[in-house]
């Protein structure tokens, strides 16, 4: 019901858009955001948004690099990765609350999570 995409291979630098589609209307009162995992690292929170879209909470390591933004009307949200660097290469997860608060991305306890998209910033 949360599905993720737009992952790939980019190099340093650079910037990409991953999407994250909440399929059923419920949803239209959750908060979404995201979270990301490294080889041999812990899960982290990165961003996220309320329900709706008007409020926004960011990680300290992305903050002015990445945005998020929430289209209403199609129950997704878009983050746009900028000057991305090599340790962002990670799996990333998009993930619903319940709260529709984005502050609730403080914890990693959520509803609904997605399959992940692997993220490789290389040169």
């Known amino acids: 019901q949360v599905q993720e995409s737009g992952g790939g291979l980019v190099q340093p630098g650079d910037s990409l858009t991953l999407s994250c589609a909440a399929s059923?209307?419920?949803?239209?009162?959750?908060?979404l955001g995201w979270f990301r995992q490294a080889p041999e690292k812990e899960r982290e929170f990165v961003a996220a948004i309320n329900w709706q879209g008007t409020s926004t909470y960011y990680a300290d390591s992305v903050k002015g690099r990445f945005t998020i933004a929430r289209d209403k009307d199609k129950n997704t949200v878009h983050l746009r990765m900028r000057s991305l660097q090599p340790d962002g290469t990670a799996v990333y997860y998009c993930a619903a609350d319940s709260s529709g608060i984005a502050g609730s991305f403080r914890s990693a306890q959520k509803d609904y999570w997605g399959q992940g998209t692997q993220v490789t910033v290389s040169s």
């Open positions: 059923g209307r419920k949803f239209s009162r959750y908060a």
